[in-house]
């Protein structure tokens, strides 16, 4: 029966994209949904809810506008945006060089989680001072956060590019405090910009969400592992992040 089925949406003309809620989505054939399925692995395609909708690619967008990145992906929370990137980019056996200004809750994972899961973890100093010193042949990542919590240390975010990539390491930074208006660490050589658009993205305290944004070549490892893992939010918080992002 196909009667009170959507039309294909097109997204219109609208200034602020519309809410579009959907879980499974209609093909024309076996063939297209086959082909559609074959595609979806590298191309962003509304294929199923769990994919994203018209609403939550409207968001994606705007942030990878504002971080100044290839493509960006959603998160529950800004922690789960975070536990995703080390999960994407780490595997039993690395090492993860962590700045000592993260947010508590991110050591916190990495002391209960990553460490029994076989990843280990040091911290440098905030300015990264010593970072290049505890380097490993295993480190696989150098993660940032900066501005700091809770006092806004400062690094030199093209330093620990540098040193990372000449090393073989991905850079990773938490932008929450930033927020692509103050700051825009791939602009300054991260390869992964995660923020907490629970914060100043949204706004107005009443959503949870986070955000990952990657350079094109950072992006298959983030995209792979939050498919595999479901990982996705509702549109009707994404729509209320893109509002609140339109003052921000
Ligand atoms: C709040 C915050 C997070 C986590 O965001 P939630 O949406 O609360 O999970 C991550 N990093 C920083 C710097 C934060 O301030």
Redesign the pocket.
Known sequence: MNAGHAPAFDGGHAVNPPLVRASTVLFDNVAQQREMRARRGGERLFTYGARGTPTTFALEDAVSELEGGHRTRLFP????A?GMSLLAYLKPGDHVLMSDSV?Q??RHLARSFLAPYGIRCTFFNADGSDAASLMEPATRLVYA?APG?LVYEMCDLPRLAEMAHARGALLAA?N??GSGCQYRPLALGADISIM?A??YLSGHSDV???TVCTTQAAWQPLAERSDAFGMTVSPDDAWLVMRGLRTL
């Open positions: 929370t800004g922690l789960a975070i947010y809750p991110t956060e919590s938490d929450t405090w907490a629970t914060k949870m969400m986070g």
